[in-house]
């Protein structure tokens, strides 16, 4: 498959100053964090926003990431309780979202809410992202850079397989993290998980104390989440030993076979979520049916179990 990757730029000086520039002007542009790359958009422009959805083909408006510089940055949109006080404080900035009522005065759009009350608020560590944010000098609505259902990008060059020449792509190389932000919410009863992502459950909860799951139509819910998402075209079988005919194996650990791709062959679950959107597309590219090992649930392996877990659901389905 050619790769449109003419609107690709290094993210030097001039290219961060072009992208602010674009921003300001009602413009997308795409640009790496430390988790996955985000297709941004001054989150006070509805319009802007608007056409965040449009060209992703999202099915519905779920509600986006604003992507601040600081804290500082942050309440100025959102009221912090103290449990989210202390997680900026412990996280920011870094793959940490705390979901926090709007105060009143933002001038943020409605639509990155979807309707809701609240705002996800998340502040990246990657440096391209704080200098773009600089740059606008606005806040960014940003989620994953990649068409609505396929596998998140973690490199420039997978945001220019979905999105072409149609926007400027800022390329700051492959991202460290390589799975989308820990998404928290906070509930009568203390703080929720909405999605587990790259700040492991463990280091939330040595903070907060341990985590509540999200009630389906409770006070906090986290509505973008479909059961299929971060799907690639083939099929995928978790849990499996080995590949069978007609299946390529993706491996994770010292026991896979030497000839399969390896999330990580000395078993880390860092390295392995680095790997796991950029193995699941190059196997994509290849075959019908993926077989994945068996991944264990700790630290980052529970998220990337949940986006493995979406990855074989049966298509279009939601939670
Ligand atoms: O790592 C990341 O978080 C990436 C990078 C680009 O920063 N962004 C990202 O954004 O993954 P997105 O839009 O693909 O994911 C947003 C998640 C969804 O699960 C959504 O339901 C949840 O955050 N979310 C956003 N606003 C929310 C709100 N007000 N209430 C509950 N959940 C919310
Ligand atoms: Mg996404």
Not at 113 to 121: E, F, I
Not at 219 to 245: F, Q
Request: with cysteine.
């Amino acid at each position: 498959m050619s790769i449109d990757v003419s609107s690709v730029r290094t993210a030097d000086a001039a290219a961060l100053a072009e992208g602010g520039q674009q921003l300001r002007a009602g413009a997308l542009v795409a640009f790496p964090t430390e988790t996955v790359y985000g297709l941004g958009a001054d989150a006070t422009n509805g319009e802007a926003v608007a056409s965040i959805f449009a060209l992703k083909g999202r099915p519905r408006f779920n509600p986006l990431i604003v992507h601040v510089q600081s804290q500082a940055q942050a309440a100025d949109h959102v009221e912090f309780n103290a449990a989210a006080q202390a997680l900026a404080e412990a996280f920011w900035p870094g793959p940490l979202t705390l979901v926090l009522p709007r105060r009143a005065d933002t001038p943020l759009s409605l639509l990155v809410s979807a309707g809701l009350d609240t705002v996800a608020m998340r502040c990246p560590a990657h440096p391209i992202a704080q200098a773009l944010i600089a740059a606008a000098g606005v806040p960014l609505a940003a989620p994953s850079a990649n068409p609505s259902g396929t596998v998140s990008p973690t490199s420039a060059r997978h945001v220019a397989e979905g999105f072409g020449n149609k926007i400027l792509i800022l390329d700051g190389g492959e991202t460290k993290i390589g799975v989308e932000s820990t998404v928290i919410g906070f509930g009568p009863d203390g703080a929720v998980m909405l999605r587990p992502g790259g700040a492991p459950r463990e280091a939330i909860e040595k903070i907060v104390g341990p985590l509540a799951a999200p009630v389906s139509g409770g006070p906090v819910a986290s509505p973008g989440m479909l059961t299929s998402h971060y799907a690639p075209h083939a099929r995928v079988r978790l849990n499996a030993n080995a590949a069978e005919p007609g299946e390529k194996l993706l491996g994770f650990g010292p026991d896979a076979p030497a000839d399969a791709l390896n999330l990580s062959r000395k078993g880390d679950l860092a390295e392995a979520a680095a790997h796991l959107f950029a193995m699941l597309r190059a196997l994509d590219s290849e075959t019908e049916a993926i077989a994945v090992m068996p991944i264990p649930f700790i630290g980052l392996g529970e998220a990337i179990n949940d986006r493995l877990k979406r990855a074989a659901a049966p298509r279009g389905t939601h939670v």
